[in-house]
Nanobody
Framework: QVQLVESGGGLVQAGGSLRLSCAAS????????MGWFRQTPGKEREFVAA????????LYADSGKGRFTISRDNAKKTVYLQMNSLKPEDTAVYYC???????????????WGQGIQVTVSS
């Protein structure tokens, strides 16, 4: 079992930055691939980024390439999403999640946080 709690969301102006954190409980954090997804009302939850167990391998959705960076600290059982050059279209509820394979497929992610709001004003 892995329990996930996101933090670091909020309101930021376009062009600004935010760093999301996701703290995990349980002893098996390093056994999981960690990912970030986001969702806006009326839309499907979409993949944002994922990081492999060691932190070396990463995947990004096209929407965040060059602007978002995912990383993890296994000693702290925390995964991060650094978001730079934010745009109003990045406004969403952001979720962290844990999976076994390093994939973008939402259904492969077994454990989910409760989500945190990110709002980017124009």
């Amino acid at each position: 079992q892995v329990q996930l709690v996101e933090s670091g969301g909020g309101l930021v102006q376009a062009g600004g930055s935010l760093r999301l954190s996701c703290a995990a409980s349980g002893r098996t954090f390093s056994s999981y691939v960690m990912g970030w997804f986001r969702q806006t009302p009326g839309k499907e939850r979409e993949f944002v980024a994922a990081v492999g167990r060691s932190g070396i391998s990463t995947l990004y959705a096209d929407s965040g390439k060059g602007r978002f960076t995912i990383s993890r600290d296994n000693a702290k059982k925390t995964v991060y999403l650094q978001m730079n050059s934010l745009k109003p279209e990045d406004t969403a509820v952001y979720y962290c999640a844990a999976a076994v394979p390093l994939v973008t497929t939402k259904s492969e992610y077994k454990y989910w946080g409760q989500g945190i709001q990110v709002t980017v004003s124009s």
